[in-house]
């Protein structure tokens, strides 16, 4: 009888392992041997065309840690970390509260609102590549109209404004996606909580601040941490806008390492550069989680 | 991906017992050559594919081409960090008995070689020859009562004139990091000079050398006075173009590659090139270009023979010449063998094109495309810092001789 379920459970397992297999095969083909691969580059001298590659060691990490413009590039992830956290997730939240209450075409909203993020980044830094022109686009001719023209300038261009146009184009596209998970959240949160809170006196502020915000706290924690993910791992829309410029004013992580790999052909060094990346996302989230948990806890 | 692009490519040649060529391609124009072509070489098919910078930023070009899948001819920069390290690599195959066999060596423009040739080897042959230089409508000229300055101060009262009138004097899209180079690069030559530019390139010039910072210095003048459009970082190419053509702007500074969406789209506007006056006293005044790209054929290709017999075809008869110019509105590497017979097919503007690349004082240097690829990625990044007046121009020049040391220690430098 014994051996009967120890076979039963083999045949299980062999058909878990089944199961698991083509996804397991894929997971290796297309993500464990190009991170094992970037690994075994980031300790070469290598231009990703040559067949000879030289080891050099720990250099291309030695020299990431003298880089001014891998700090330059730290120093605006970390900006566009912040600014993306205010803008994204603030609208995402607010408007996620204010969707909630609707009691007519709430769905209608959700859609709309929800639009932007199913462009891609390419046509969204397209459209507002054309909304921050400096002599026929929407933000300098409002200004002019409105009398600000001193206000106006070259959006993309300009050394500080650069990287928050980049941001504030970036928050556009992604609010939409954090208010649906957000959307999904109030939708737990227990209605007798508020029924409790307006016997208690409290106002639409204190309902929210006291009963949304902890109700919806998991949920906080699911999007703060995509939010910073694809944060620290952001490139599409600041190389569609800007490649960085002008002159590494918007420069992040991953559009450095893509210059540094394929513009200037040094593949062992964007490897190094890349991995290091890989760890700092990895290390900030997990410490990001840990400090949440024990919060909550 | 190129593997998966020729899944999808266009065919020419119908009968059987075939040889194939796998022809990546870059202007649209070239399929009109490979029917002709086809219909010439009846035992010769050509399977076309474009191609794209993309295809070899991505690395798909190379592991094609080391997998012997990849293209048998295709269109590629003559450039150190593009057709160099795929002749470096071994991925691209040597020319040189071709070069012997269809006396390339005195066909093509001897100026022309030296982009295609690595290690002492010809590894592809040009593909078209570009200047670059002020590009200006003549009607704002025209207006205006104004000529084409002969002196660097007449230059720069032309501007003031030009702004004065309402009009952005100079528009270049720099957001884009190719203009960033063609306007910088033309200052060079004026305050510089071809020689210098050579000794920089081949010998031990230094690039931040007095005459290199005057030309970035008055580079950064103009864009100080809004000369040349101060907002100039917040613009693409394209989005600069669109103010050249709705007249917004009186001129840029780009190559003849502009010919063909001019050609194309406002031949009906009247617009030309002339030569930015030279800065320095000891510099004539140049136009600076080079090769765009160039045809390398593949190690791996199964008919190397045939695949030179088709570039030659291109270059060096009639059909393909006058297709070069008709169709594809680009300039020829080599002499045109009749000019009298396209002449009555070409824009005016390309007739003075072809005039002025025989300018006895020869083309200055497009450093772009002279300069490895980890140098290009500073140079440009310190042009757009130049021009957003971020960085001076010594600052600029020097950051650049630092790669440029950098480089050169590793040897990077074409020789």
Redesign the interface.
């Known amino acids: 009888m014994e051996l009967n379920i120890k076979r039963k459970l083999h045949k299980l397992n062999l058909w878990a392992y089944l199961f698991i297999l083509p996804a397991l095969i894929f997971y290796s083909v297309f993500t464990l041997r190009p991170l094992v691969q970037s690994i075994i580059l980031s300790f070469y001298d290598w231009?990703?065309?040559?067949?000879i590659k030289n080891f050099i060691g720990f250099t291309n990490y030695k020299e990431a840690f003298s880089d001014p413009i891998l700090g330059l590039a730290l120093f605006n992830n970390i900006k566009w970390v912040i600014i993306s956290l205010i803008l994204s997730l603030g609208t995402a939240l607010l408007l996620a509260v204010l969707i909630s209450r609707c009691t007519i075409a709430q769905s209608f909203f959700r859609s709309v609102l929800f639009s932007p993020n199913m462009l891609s980044p390419m046509i969204t830094a397209l459209i507002w590549?054309r909304i921050?022109?400096?002599?026929i686009g929407l933000i300098n001719t409002l200004l002019k109209t409105i009398g600000y023209g001193y206000l106006a300038?070259?959006?993309?261009?300009?050394?500080e404004w650069a990287l928050i146009a980049v941001c504030i184009a970036n928050s556009w596209r992604a609010y939409g996606y954090y208010m649906v998970l957000y959307l999904a959240g109030l939708q737990s949160v227990d209605p007798t909580l508020y029924d409790a809170a307006k016997v208690d006196g409290a106002n639409g502020w204190q309902e929210f601040l006291y009963v949304t915000l902890p109700s919806i706290r998991s949920t906080t924690t699911l999007v703060l941490s995509l939010a910073l993910i694809n944060s620290l791992i952001t490139f599409d829309m600041v190389w569609g806008m800007?490649?960085g410029?002008?002159?590494?004013?918007s420069e992040v992580l991953s559009t450095l390492v893509y210059?540094t790999a394929?513009?200037?052909?040094?593949v062992g060094y964007g490897c190094a550069l890349s991995l290091m990346q890989a760890i700092l996302i990895f290390t900030i989230t997990i410490l990001f989680i840990r400090i949440r948990e024990r919060s909550e806890g | 991906m190129l593997l998966v692009v020729f899944i999808g490519i266009s065919s020419f040649g119908l009968a059987a017992e075939q040889k194939v060529i796998k022809f990546a391609y870059e202007g649209e124009w070239m399929l009109e050559f490979f029917k002709w072509y086809t219909q010439k070489n009846p035992d010769i098919k050509i399977e076309a594919s474009p191609i794209s910078l993309a295809d070899m930023?991505?690395?798909a070009l190379?592991l094609a081409l080391a997998g012997g899948t990849g293209p048998d001819i295709m269109q590629i920069d003559a450039a150190p960090?593009r057709m160099g390290?795929?002749a470096?690599?071994?991925?691209l195959y040597p020319l040189d008995e071709f070069y012997t066999k269809y006396g390339w060596d005195k066909k093509f423009f001897p100026w022309t070689l030296k982009s295609v040739t690595y290690n002492g080897k010809r590894f592809g042959v040009p593909s078209e020859v570009e200047y670059i230089g002020p590009f200006y409508n003549k009607n704002i000229f025209k207006k205006a009562g104004l000529n084409i300055p002969k002196t660097y101060d007449d230059f720069k009262i032309l501007l003031s004139k030009l702004k004065s009138l309402g009009y952005i004097p100079i528009i270049q899209g720099?957001?884009?990091?190719a203009p960033r180079g063609h306007i910088y690069a033309n200052f060079i030559e004026a305050s510089a000079g071809k020689i210098r530019v050579e000794r920089l390139l081949y010998g031990n010039g230094r690039w931040d050398s007095p005459e290199f910072n005057l030309g970035a210095k008055e580079l950064q003048e103009l864009v100080r006075n809004d000369l040349v459009y101060?907002?100039?970082?917040?613009?693409?190419y394209g989005?600069s173009n669109n103010?050249l053509w709705t007249e917004?702007a009186a001129m840029t500074v780009t190559g003849t590659w502009i010919l063909y969406e001019y050609l194309k789209e406002h031949s009906k506007m009247d617009f030309g090139f002339f030569i930015l006056p030279p800065i320095s006293k000891d510099v004539p005044g140049r136009f600076t270009g080079g090769l765009g790209s160039g045809y390398s054929i593949s190690a791996k290709a199964k008919y190397p023979e045939e695949c030179a017999k088709l570039l030659d075809t291109l270059f060096n008869t009639l059909e393909g010449q006058k297709m070069m110019l008709t169709l594809g509105r680009v300039i020829p590497p080599v002499p045109i063998l009749d000019f009298s017979k396209v002449k009555k097919d070409l824009h005016p503007l390309q007739t003075d094109v072809i005039q002025k690349l025989k300018d006895p004082k020869g083309i200055g240097y497009n450093l772009s495309v002279y300069i490895p690829?980890?140098v290009?990625?500073v140079y440009y990044?310190?042009i757009?810092?130049l021009l957003?007046l971020?960085?001076s121009p010594e600052e600029c020049n020097r950051n650049i001789q630092k790669e440029w040391e950098k480089a050169k220690a590793s040897g990077l430098i074409l020789k």
């Open positions: 231009d990703g065309f040559n067949p590549g921050y022109d400096p002599l300038k070259g959006w993309l261009g300009s050394p800007t490649q410029g002008p002159f590494h004013r210059k394929f513009a200037s052909n040094r | 930023d991505s690395g190379q960090g390290m795929l470096i690599a071994g991925l720099t957001r884009d990091p101060k907002e100039c970082n917040s613009l693409t989005e103010l917004k690829t980890t290009k990625n990044e310190n757009q810092g957003g971020m960085i």
